[in-house]
């Protein structure tokens, strides 16, 4: 069993549709979640980072933990074309530090928003 | 241009040469990655250096050797390539600091028949 499990999808919604991503994980040390945008042919981007359980909220972008159920998800309101991409979940143990910050990521959901 | 650069972007070889996979960024991060990213794989961790002179295994280093004699690059050589070694490589940075983010070059797309 991976350590990090994501629905590598494909995804396809209408414009205007909220968008909904997830990741079930099985370590429950993780405690800093991020959420990563890949567009094609492009390297993956930083989108959301966020720490222990709770909501985070930027623009149209929602990113919510439930550390008791090893669950992280990622909202997009009012979806765009422009949001067509693979989503890519990450998590790690430690907050950097002198650790070198081991990185566990999901497979990437490919979400693609049509007109 | 700041930021993280790979060359070449892409590249095709043959089984049993030698190729090198460059990376250089412009932040002076401390840490510095290279992954490999394939269909059903996700993104895999083949080696990390945590300072100039400083490197260490990842999840899958075999075929791989890394250098890192200066902080701003950090190079990536297939001794002898194979066709398993197909694949989209990936070199990232970070700061040693509070977070684990990471930041992503564009990705050296690498075929090798």
């Known amino acids: 069993q991976k350590e990090v499990e994501q629905d590598p999808g494909p995804l396809s919604v209408p414009e205007g549709a909220i968008v909904s991503l997830n990741c079930t994980y099985s370590?429950?040390?993780?405690?800093?979640f991020m959420w990563y945008r890949q567009y094609s042919r492009k390297g993956p981007e930083l989108l959301m980072y966020t720490y222990s359980s709770g909501n985070k909220e930027d623009g149209r972008f929602t990113a919510q933990v439930d550390k008791s159920s090893k669950y992280i998800s990622l909202f997009i309101r009012d979806s765009q074309p422009s949001d067509s991409a693979t989503y890519l979940c990450?998590?790690?143990?430690?907050?950097?530090?002198?650790?070198?910050?081991?990185?566990?990521f999901g497979q990437g959901t490919i979400l693609t928003v049509h007109p | 241009d700041a930021g993280i650069t790979q060359s070449p972007r892409y590249k095709i070889t043959e089984t049993g040469r030698q190729v090198t996979l460059m990376c250089h960024q412009t932040?002076?991060?401390?840490?510095m990655f290279w992954y490999r990213q394939d269909l059903g794989h996700g993104l895999r961790l083949i080696y990390y250096s945590a300072a100039a002179d400083i490197t260490d295994k990842g999840e899958v280093p075999d075929g791989y050797v890394v250098s890192r004699s200066k902080t701003e690059n950090f190079p990536l050589t297939l001794e002898s390539a194979t066709r398993s070694q197909t694949s989209v490589y990936f070199c990232?940075?970070?700061?040693?600091?509070?977070?684990?983010?990471?930041?992503f070059g564009p990705g050296t797309r690498l075929t090798v028949l």
């Open positions: 990232a940075s970070r700061v040693a600091g509070l977070t684990d983010t990471q930041y």
């Open positions: 370590n429950s040390a993780f405690q800093y």
């Open positions: 932040w002076s991060h401390s840490y």
């Open positions: 990450a998590m790690s143990v430690n907050a950097g530090g002198t650790s070198y910050g081991k990185l566990t």
